[in-house]
């Protein structure tokens, strides 16, 4: 999975230049490292989270994607970023998922933004018995400094397969972490 998703970063490396938020957090059962792209036009998403809960096989579920994000113009205040994402998932068996959806960033008063983010793929998307994935997360950051910044909020990632005894959540609770913009 590692090797996959280096050699989609290292595809990707001319999007890597574009500005991006990085955020490492954990949740009561779930850690999480994500790179969104911030600003206008495209730029790089990786996304890795891991369970802390074993499935059905006796592993620690993950979910490991990269994908490119388009930021589109909007009004001032608000950030508008749609794309897609590749997944390799490892939960009760392994699988990949073709992600599309986006994310909607406010900024807030006192260096504060609130941010929603969405991606699915749906079974023609998706390999061997996963019927759909879905990818949550709804927060807020707090940058005291320019470039760091103290996030908490909520995350959700599902696996949905075609035999429900195996679909899992690999995250679905609260966070905190910390992020970094460059």
Same mark, same amino acid.
Not at 127 to 148: F, H, Q, Y
């Given at each position: ?66 994908? +490119? ?64 994935? +879905? ?14 910044? +103290? ?16 679909? +899992? ?14």
């Amino acid at each position: 999975m590692t090797r996959y998703t280096l050699l989609a970063a290292l595809l990707a490396m001319p999007f890597a230049a574009h500005a991006g938020d990085t955020t490492l957090a954990a949740g009561s059962e779930y850690r999480f490292v994500t790179r969104m792209p911030t600003g206008l036009g495209p730029g790089l998403a990786l996304d890795y989270v891991k369970s802390d809960n074993k499935d059905k096989l006796g592993d620690k579920p993950s979910f490991g994607a990269a994908g +490119i994000m388009v930021g589109l113009p909007v009004p001032m205040l608000l950030r508008v970023d749609v794309g897609g994402k590749l997944v390799y998932l490892e939960a009760n068996g392994q699988a990949t998922a073709a992600m599309a959806g986006g994310r909607l960033t406010v900024d807030l008063p006192m260096s504060t933004e609130a941010f929603v983010h969405g991606f699915y793929a749906g079974a023609g998307a998706s390999s061997g018995t996963v019927k759909e994935v +879905i990818d949550t997360m709804a927060g807020v950051r707090w940058s005291p400094l320019k470039m760091v910044g +103290i996030e908490v909020g909520y995350r959700m990632v599902e696996v949905k397969r075609e035999d429900g005894r195996r679909n +899992i959540k690999l995250a679905d609770g609260a966070y905190a972490g910390v992020s970094a913009a460059f």
